[in-house]
């Protein structure tokens, strides 16, 4: 789907908005299912692939796109419980926990590339990417 979206939106010659959400993700935290979890994060480490990619197929769009990865919100408070030695051996495993079943007060991290980039290295409020996207998009000046 986001390589097909990027087919759509890369034609508009004056830039575009474009957000790919990892929403099941958040489903998967809710319900403690650590399986589903991990699917889906592949999932979505696949969709900021293409984008990658197709960010790096053109000098272009290597010069002008911002690449933002963020979540919304923490869901869970998902933490790994051991084992300790095993994973020191082939094929050891974890085993995944959860704080709660419902959304945390934990801040989340920003990964991103691009011009504008610089804005977002350092602890921020959620509300405050508006305004690094906006810029980007050409739009108002640095305060």
Known sequence: ???AAL???EKNERGFFLMVEGSQVDWANHAKDYPYQLGEMVAFDDAVKVVRDWIGADPDRRENTLLIVVADHDTGGFAINGPQTALLEAGGKVEPGWTTGNHTGVDTLIWSAG???E???RALDNTELYG???RA???AKDE
Do not use: E, H
């Open 115 to 117: 011009p504008g980039s």
């Open 1 to 3: 789907m986001t390589a």
């Open 119 to 121: 804005s977002l290295t």
């Open 132 to 134: 690094v996207m906006v």
């Open 7 to 9: 087919k759509v939106v």
């Open 137 to 139: 998009l050409g739009g």
